[in-house]
């Protein structure tokens, strides 16, 4: 039975189906149990087990496909008293709460807790119970680990506060999780037999055919990572090619790829905003990935507009993006991600960018979901930071080890179950005559060889 299912057919509480409050200083364990037998269906733990700090499990201690662990009799107040994703993601970093097994299967059990928890009489009834348990007595570093910005929303320097508190972390540790070419983004999934370097390859491939990338062609690659689409662009479809980054620790790696791979002048890289380029109609093609849900509605038709006079009449622009998808997010989702990984990260739903880019005068040639390409994506760089735990915390701690690990298989879950999503939106700048560089079929787009 799905969340969906179960809350349909559940009618609304009253308060004779909420236990009595207890007497104060009860014991954490009974409390405990109540708790779980009140917040949680029975319904919706076939794969799920809880194990509370004295070894004890609910409902029963059969092999389950995940338990989360309560490691301290405050293990519950800390998840379910701020009645938000973010407190819940907090009480996950603070170690409150740990998950064994398939991480993915426990996320049912937030999606119901985020409706549960959503209301306002329900949350107060049930802290009759939550206040009864003891107070968190460990050292919060949650406060601490929240980024705070300064100045304007995106503005030019807040935003590069912003990208330099996600990218601060050293290469090495991007290196234990993503593919060989340092992608660090949806991939290409030609089937799920693929490895990540196959379908981060593919990715790449489906991009600069969309392109349609030709030989001596000026590419302009915003936001361009660790330069893993620009570098193949050069190599395969004989591209001069620029990047422009925010990051410090990707700039420098992004140079050394190009002078060691012999590519200085057919690739370059730069650190600039894409509000600083000045140059007009100098790109046959632009590309940016992952970069829109930095942009922010206040500066979307900004950017837009600038890219129209980065690019030479008839043109392409490729833009791939996080965007909403059709299913609400459940409860209050308290910004997790924007707290701890992204801040200032703007999600749009694909019509308001469609709309904005067709006032600035783009027409939309093709717009492509990859939303179960990115869920399977986040599964591989989760599965392979697991792997890497012991060596992840050579460059950081484990507080950070958690916040990650939570931020990829939290996107995981949100694309699986539709409340994200991830567009390829191909756009052209027509000539005055109404053409564009794209080709009238997209059969090229699917071939084969390079």
């Known amino acids: 039975m799905s969340v969906m ?79 938000t994703e973010s407190g819940l993601g907090e009480a996950y970093l603070e170690g409150a709460f740990d998950i064994e097994g398939d991480i993915e299967a426990a996320f049912e059990l937030t999606d119901f807790l985020m409706v549960k928890t959503n209301g306002w009489i329900w949350p107060l009834q049930l802290g009759h119970l939550l206040w009864q348990l003891p107070e968190n007595c460990f050292s919060q570093k949650s406060q601490d680990r929240q980024a705070r910005l300064h100045g304007e929303r995106h503005s030019l320097e807040r935003d590069r506060e912003a990208i330099q508190f996600h990218y601060s972390i050293s290469n090495q540790f991007y290196m234990l999780w993503l593919d060989k070419s340092m992608a660090y983004s949806c991939a290409y999934f030609n089937s799920p037999a693929d490895s990540l370097e196959e379908a981060q390859q593919n990715k790449y491939d489906h991009i600069c055919r969309k392109l349609d990338l030709k030989i001596n062609q000026r590419l302009l690659d915003i936001s361009c990572g660790w330069g893993g689409l620009l570098l193949h662009a050069v190599r ?135 939303r179960e390409h990115y869920a399977m994506t986040l599964s591989h760089w989760e599965n392979r930071l697991k792997a890497h735990h012991a060596d992840a915390l050579e460059f950081v701690d484990e507080y950070t080890y958690r916040t990650w690990r939570l931020y990829m298989v939290g996107c995981a879950h949100h694309f699986q179950s539709g409340r994200l999503s991830i567009y390829q939106t191909l756009l052209a700048k027509l000539t005055s005559e109404g053409k564009s560089a794209a080709p009238m079929v997209r059969s090229r787009w699917y071939q084969e060889d390079r």
């Not at 014991?27 to 194990?51: G, K, M, S, W, Y």
């Not at 609910?58 to 701020?82: G, Y």
């Not at 007009?280 to 509605?297: F, I, K, N, P």
């Open 5 to 83: 299912e179960y809350l349909i057919g559940q009618r609304r509480l009253k308060d004779t189906d909420l236990p009595q409050p207890w007497s104060k200083g009860g014991d954490a364990r009974e409390i405990t149990l109540r708790l779980l037998e009140v917040v949680f269906p029975i319904q919706l733990l076939q794969n799920v087990n809880v194990r509370m700090w004295d070894g004890n499990s609910w409902p029963t201690s059969a092999p389950r496909a995940a338990t989360v662990v309560l490691n301290r009799p405050s293990a519950l107040r800390e998840m379910l008293l701020p009645g």
């Open 236 to 370: 395969y479809y004989g591209v001069e090619a620029v990047g422009i980054t925010l990051s410090k620790e990707r700039y420098d790696y992004v140079q050394e790829r190009i002078e060691s791979e012999g590519l200085n002048g057919r690739a370059s890289v730069c650190m600039l905003d894409y509000r600083e380029l000045v140059a007009e109609g100098l790109y046959d093609a632009v590309v940016s990935v992952g970069m829109v849900v930095h942009v922010g509605r206040e500066q979307l038709m900004n950017y837009f507009e600038k890219v129209m006079l980065l690019l030479k009449p008839g043109g392409l622009f490729l833009n791939h993006g996080i965007g909403l998808g059709p299913i609400k997010f459940p409860g209050k989702s308290g910004s997790f991600i924007g707290k701890y990984v992204f801040p200032d990260s703007d999600i749009l739903l694909i019509n308001r960018m469609l709309q904005d880019a067709e006032e600035c005068g783009w027409e939309i040639l093709d717009v492509e979901s990859l």
